[in-house]
C-alpha cells in the first residue's frame, strides 16, 4: 500500500528543500514527502493524488507565495482533502493573517520561520498532528474483494474456503453495496456472473473453482516429488497431527486436503476442554498453529481433492481430482467426517441460500441482529450457538432428544444456560422449509404440533457421515462408511491381506493404509481424540516400513 503523503509548498527553493530534508529524516520511514513550488502546482498535484485514490496526510505551506498565497491554497484544498491537516508556514510579520486563517481555511497550526532546531518547534508539533490524523484514517482495503450476494451458494462457498485458508477478505454485497456494481462496471464483467473475486492485483476471477482459488491465492495444488514415505489424506486434528509426527521423524511427509487445514474441527468457534488451553481456543486457531508446526518441520501441504488409491507392489498410488498421481509407502486416511445432510422438503433446493452445514464462522456477521436457528445437540452445534449469540438477536437451538446432556458437555450446557439470546427447544425437528431463492420459512414439529417460523438462517450440526466413498473396495468399512482397522478386522472378510502377522492398531485390511480419527470405525469423536491418533499412527508406520 503506497505511503500517505507529506505535502510540502514554497516559492524559495532554498526553505523548500529544508523543509523537504527535515521532513523525510523524521518521517520518510511512514511517509512519502512530495513538494510543490506553487499554490497552483500544489493543487494540480493533489487533483492527480485524488485521481490516483493516494491519501494526504498533512500540507505544510508558506503563505507569501506569488499568484497564491498559502491561506489561498489551503482554503481551496479542504475540498480535495478535507480530513488533511493544514499547517502554515509564516514571518512574524505574519502572524495575524495566520490567526485569521484558523476560521478562514480551518488551519490546524501555524510556525514561524525559522524553525530550527526542528526536534524542538517542528517536529513535537507534526507529531500531534500525524496522530490525530492516523486515529480518523482507514487505508484503503487492498486485498481479496468478493462480488456475491449472500444467498448464493456459488458465493457462500467462495468465503467458506477463504474464511477455512484464514484468507482475508472484503464481502461487497450489491444489494448492500452499490459501489460493487461499479467496481464491476470498471473491470467490464457482467454482474450477471457472480460471485467475482478481485484481487491485489487488479486481476478477477468470475465464479471460480476451489482450484483456481487455490492456485491464485497461493496454495499449493501440485505435488513437489511423485515419491513420499507418507501421504496423509486429510488435513483435521488427525491429519495435522500425523504430519506434526511424520515430518519431525524424517518422513517424507505429503498431507492433502481438499478444503482446509482443521477439519471439521477448525470451523468451531471456541473449543474449551483441549488439553493446555485453559482459556480456550478456536478450531481455526487450533489449525492454524498445527498447519504452521507441520510445515515448519516439513511437512508438504497440497490442495487438492483425493479421488482414489490403489495398490501395487507393496506401493499405493494415490490419484488426485485433476489427474496427477503421487506415490508412497504408507497412506494415512484422516478424512473426518461431514453433518449429515437433512433429509426434508426444501433442505436440497436452499443449500448454501439459507441452509449451511457447519459454516458459523463465515455466516455469523451476515446474521446480525437477526433470529438464527441451530439445529443438533452435541458440542459442534452448542459451540455454534455461542458465536451465532454474539451477532444475533436470538438463536434457537432445535434438540431432537430430550436434553442436551447426553450429547453435550456441562461447560458448554451451563454456558447456553447463562446466555439470554439463547432458547433451547427440546423434543422438537425441522419438517420442511420454503423460500423464493432463499430460506424463508420453517415449519416445526414441537411437543405442541406443528409450527410456522418466519427463518432466514438454518445452521445444521448433526451427525457424521465419514467421507469414504472414494476408497477401494479392498478397504473395509462398516454400513454407514466408517473404516476398520486393527482388531475391529477380526472375522470380517479381508481377501486382500495376505501377511502372515495381523494388523497393526491402526491399519485397515490393506497392509500399509492406515486410518486415524473421526473416520475410523468406533473411534472417539473428540479432538484430543483425533490428535492422539494421528500421533500414534506414525508409530505404526515405522513399523510397517521396518517390515517390508
Sequence with gaps: MPKPILLAIDDDTSVLEAVVQDLRRHYGQYYRI???????????????????????????????????????????AIAIYPDAKRV???????????????????????????????????YPVLDDLLEAWKQGYKAPFEGIRIVGLRWSSADHAVRDFLSKNRIPYQWLNPELTPD????????????????????????????????ELAEKVGLRTQAQQEFYDV??????????????????????????????????????????????????????????????????????????????????????????????????????????????????????????????????QTEAISCSGETVYVVGGANSAGQA????????????????????????????????????NIVVE??????????????ECLTLQTPRGQEARSASSLFIFIGAAPKTEWLPAEIVRDSKGFVLAGPDLKGKSTGSWTLAREPYLLETSVPGIFVAGDVRYNSVKRCASAVGEGSIAIQFVHQYLASI
Design 385 to 420: 450457538a455461542m458465536h451465532f449469540a454474539r451477532y444475533a438477536a436470538k438463536v434457537h437451538m432445535l434438540v431432537r432428544g430430550d436434553s442436551l446432556a447426553k450429547s453435550m458437555s456441562k461447560y458448554l450446557i451451563d454456558q447456553i444456560a447463562k446466555t439470554p
Design 88 to 122: 502554515l508556514l509564516t514571518a512574524y510579520a505574519d502572524t495575524e493573517a495566520a490567526i485569521r486563517a484558523i476560521n478562514s481555511a480551518k488551519i490546524h497550526y501555524y510556525l514561524n520561520k525559522p524553525w530550527d532546531p526542528p526536534e524542538e518547534k517542528l
Design 180 to 211: 460493487a456494481l461499479a467496481l464491476l462496471k470498471e473491470k467490464g464483467i457482467d454482474d450477471a456472473k457472480l460471485p467475482v473475486v478481485i484481487f491485489g492485483d487488479g486481476t478477477a476471477l468470475v465464479q471460480p473453482s476451489t482450484t
Design 231 to 360: 501421504v496423509v489424506v486429510g488435513a483435521g486434528p488427525a491429519g495435522l497431527a500425523a504430519g506434526v509426527y511424520g515430518a519431525s521423524e524424517g518422513l517424507k511427509t505429503l498431507i492433502v486436503e481438499a478444503s482446509a487445514p482443521g477439519g471439521q474441527a477448525g470451523s468451531s468457534s471456541k473449543i474449551e476442554n483441549y488439553l493446555g488451553f485453559p482459556d480456550g481456543l478456536s478450531g481455526e486457531e487450533l489449525a492454524k498453529r498445527a498447519f504452521l508446526q507441520a510445515n515448519r518441520l516439513g511437512a508438504e501441504f497440497l490442495t487438492q481433492s483425493v479421488t482414489c488409491v490403489k495398490t501395487e507392489n507393496q506401493y499405493h498410488i494415490v490419484q488426485m481430482a485433476d489427474g496427477q498421481e503421487v506415490t508412497c509407502s504408507v497412506c494415512l486416511i484422516a478424512t473426518g467426517v461431514s453433518y449429515c445432510k437433512l433429509d426434508v422438503p426444501g433442505a436440497d433446493e436452499l443449500s448454501g441460500a439459507g441452509i449451511y452445514y457447519g459454516a458459523a
Design 426 to 439: 427440546t423434543r422438537t425437528e425441522v419438517v420442511s422449509m420454503a423460500g423464493q431463492g432463499h430460506l
Design 34 to 76: 512530495v513538494r510543490a513550488a506553487s499554490g497552483l502546482a500544489a493543487l494540480d498535484i493533489c487533483r492527480q493524488l485524488k485521481e490516483r485514490k493516494e491519501a494526504v496526510a498533512l500540507f505544510l505551506c508558506d503563505q507569501r507565495m506569488p499568484g497564491m498565497t498559502g491561506v489561498e491554497f489551503l482554503q481551496q
